[in-house]
T-cell receptor, first 116, second 113 residues
Framework: DTGVSQDPRHKITKRGQNVTFRCDPISEHNRLYWYRQTLGQGPEFLTYFQNEAQLEKSRLLSDRFSAERPKGSFSTLEIQRTEQGDSAMYLC??????????????FGPGTRLTVL | EDKVVQSPLSLVVHEGDTVTLNCSYEVTNFRSLLWYKQEKKAPTFLFMLTSSGIEKKSGRLSSILDKKELFSILNITATQTGDSAVYLCAVALYGGSQGNLIFGKGTKLSVKP
């Protein structure tokens, strides 16, 4: 399967704990995006990388959130001191950085986080 | 503030019906508009539109963009139960926010047998 993969698919944690999610993009895509989606809403942008450089962060990305893409391949999203309001589906997407498919972002299956 | 508005928010039809989903936008530096289908999991890409008046078609689905009136429609003909999903509209921008897509809330389509 050459699509975007995410791990884990589901995570249940207690408030105050730290969690880390992983995303593996489509191998030839050098752009990688993180979104958050809550029930009844469209995905909301969190941050994106071009290769290993983090080029943009949303104001939704509080200090408790950090994302990395150290080698320009997979990415991790960490949430520290989780709160119940962090419960959501965390989606990762990837795209090429140039060409006609520039904006065609392909999404992974998501990680559903539940904070108790 | 950039925004994307979809209507209706939900729709129930019977198999064989034709449906039209609407997406309007107010953004600066519009680059393209994308439609996605979301079932239980991740959004799957349907269409990307950049030019006004040019219809994109894939089987029973088609979409068109009007950059003057700032909207797009997604048509589905001869609907099937497998078309039941949330349809998301998103806009991509040029410039400083070119890294992300701005999504609407989606239209939840339910197709009854």
């Amino acid at each position: 399967d050459t699509g975007v993969s995410q791990d884990p698919r589901h995570k249940i944690t207690k408030r105050g704990q730290n969690v880390t999610f992983r995303c593996d993009p489509i191998s030839e895509h050098n752009r990688l995006y993180w979104y958050r989606q809550t029930l009844g809403q469209g995905p909301e942008f969190l941050t994106y990388f071009q290769n290993e450089a983090q080029l943009e962060k949303s104001r939704l990305l509080s200090d408790r959130f950090s994302a990395e893409r150290p080698k320009g391949s997979f990415s991790t999203l960490e949430i520290q001191r989780t709160e119940q309001g962090d419960s959501a589906m965390y989606l990762c997407a990837s795209s090429p950085s140039a060409g006609s498919s520039y904006n065609e972002q392909f999404f992974g299956p998501g990680t559903r986080l539940t904070v108790l | 503030e950039d925004k994307v508005v979809q209507s209706p928010l939900s729709l129930v039809v019977h198999e064989g019906d034709t449906v039209t989903l609407n997406c309007s936008y107010e953004v600066t530096n519009f680059r393209s508009l994308l439609w996605y289908k979301q079932e239980k999991k991740a959004p799957t890409f349907l269409f990307m539109l950049t030019s006004s008046g040019i219809e994109k078609k894939s089987g029973r689905l088609s979409s068109i963009l009007d950059k003057k009136e700032l909207f797009s429609i997604l048509n589905i003909t001869a609907t099937q139960t497998g078309d039941s999903a949330v349809y998301l509209c998103a806009v991509a921008l040029y410039g400083g926010s070119q890294g992300n897509l701005i999504f609407g809330k989606g239209t939840k389509l339910s197709v009854k047998p």
